[in-house]
């Protein structure tokens, strides 16, 4: 499986970005997929969640704040994340909703939120 995760970038307290996924190399419509972060110095965390179904769950750091959502003719998961704020600021990854992941995360994408 790959993961390519795109569309990080830099913004202001309050801004939105949307982040982007692809998953290549396996059936992505039979997965549930989730986001996660890693801020600096700190573990990779769950933030969003979507099931086969369309489904989702969020942490609730974001709840109310972001978006997951996906694409499976583009085998493509989204995050729309909007008021954000200097504590967002991570890698994020996407990667199967669960405990058992895949163990190629891919290289993320970097979103930094500044005050």
């Known amino acids: 499986v790959q993961l390519q995760a795109s569309g990080g970038g830099s913004v202001q307290t309050g801004g939105s970005l949307r982040i982007s996924c692809v998953v290549s190399?396996?059936?992505?419509?039979?997965?549930?997929m989730a986001w996660y972060r890693q801020a600096p110095e700190k573990q990779r965390d769950f933030i969003a969640g979507i099931n086969t179904l369309g489904s989702t769950n969020y942490a609730d750091s974001v709840k109310g704040r972001f978006t997951i959502s996906r694409d499976n003719a583009k085998k493509t998961v989204y995050l729309q994340m909007d008021s954000l704020k200097p504590e967002d600021t991570a890698v994020y990854y996407c990667?199967?909703?669960?405990?058992?992941?895949?163990?190629?995360w891919g290289q993320g994408t970097l979103v930094t939120v500044s005050s």
């Open positions: 990667n199967k909703n669960g405990p058992v992941r895949w163990t190629n």
């Open positions: 190399g396996v059936a992505f419509s039979g997965y549930g």
